[in-house]
């Protein structure tokens, strides 16, 4: 008797992670589809503007935005729709007394998020050049995306997709939503590890995938430890700024080599004090 009532205690357990597994992976997939419904829409109307454009030089010049800039523009009205609900999402997600605590970055807490990002981007290199060691294919790859994506001769768009729409949105839906939701079934280092995975997926690149993965885990690491995702955030905004305009200081390899040696060298003062404050 009491074997069969445990036996379906432990059922019923494997059902509620199941399930708190699949509503996990709800927060990608609502941004997947509000990407597909955009993407539909710009398609439509990349079509309808051929015709004016030939006639309008207004059209023609709207047409040509679309064209250069388009997947900015796309990305940011994405990321913007989904902000929309999934910040209430956020919040409804939240237990009671996480959302009643009053949360302040101070500003030694800038600074080390600051100096995380500064320091993950200098260590960067070195992963990226054990990937062209181990896998000059995937790299190559990865570099053909870079260059597509305008790494390396950033516009005004892409600045602002990468620094201020992706930081604040993927933080809310993986360190904030499918983290926070994987914790209510799961331990912290098996939702984290989860979150990460996904984050890691969708970039559909091995080395991006591979450099998200571990940078997830981090950025995870840090929502948990300060209990706030601004952190979070300053940290992904450093890092993309960063990746976007540190090829235009001298010797990049040694720049940030040096930038690894300075920024890790000032989070030693800071490793015992609390940063975040509540």
Not at 34 to 55: D, E, N, R, T
């Amino acid at each position: 008797m009491f074997g069969s009532l445990k036996g379906r205690k432990d059922g019923i357990e494997i059902g509620k992670k199941i399930l708190i597994f699949l509503y996990g992976l709800t927060p990608t997939l609502a941004w997947l589809a509000v990407q597909v419904i955009l993407s539909v829409g710009y398609g439509i109307s990349w079509l309808f503007l051929q015709g004016p454009a030939k006639m309008f030089p207004a059209a023609a010049k709207l047409l040509e935005l679309l064209d250069s800039q388009g997947v900015y523009l796309l990305s940011i009205l994405v990321n913007v729709i989904f902000f929309a609900f999934g910040i209430f999402w956020y919040r409804a997600v939240l237990k009671k007394e996480e959302r009643d605590t009053a949360r302040r970055l101070s500003l030694a807490g800038w600074g080390y998020g600051l100096c995380v990002g500064l320091a993950v981007q200098a260590v960067s290199i070195y992963f990226l050049m054990a990937a062209a060691f181990a896998a000059p294919s995937a790299m190559e790859e990865y570099g053909q995306l870079m260059d597509s994506m305008g790494i390396g001769a950033p516009t005004l768009l892409s600045l602002l997709y990468g620094t201020v729409a992706a930081p604040v949105v993927e933080e809310l839906i993986y360190r904030g939503l499918t983290l926070k939701i994987f914790q209510k079934a799961f331990p912290f280092w098996a939702a984290n590890v989860m979150q990460a995975a996904l984050f890691g997926l969708m970039h559909m690149n091995l080395i991006q995938s591979s450099y998200a993965f571990l940078l997830g885990m981090l950025l995870g690491w840090l929502g948990r430890k300060y209990g706030t995702l601004k952190g979070c955030i300053l940290c992904h905004f450093v890092i993309n700024l960063s990746g976007n305009l540190i090829g235009y200081l001298p010797q990049p390899l040694l720049t940030r080599f040096l930038l690894f040696v300075v920024f890790a060298a000032a989070l030693l003062p800071l490793r015992k004090k609390t940063l975040f404050k509540y």
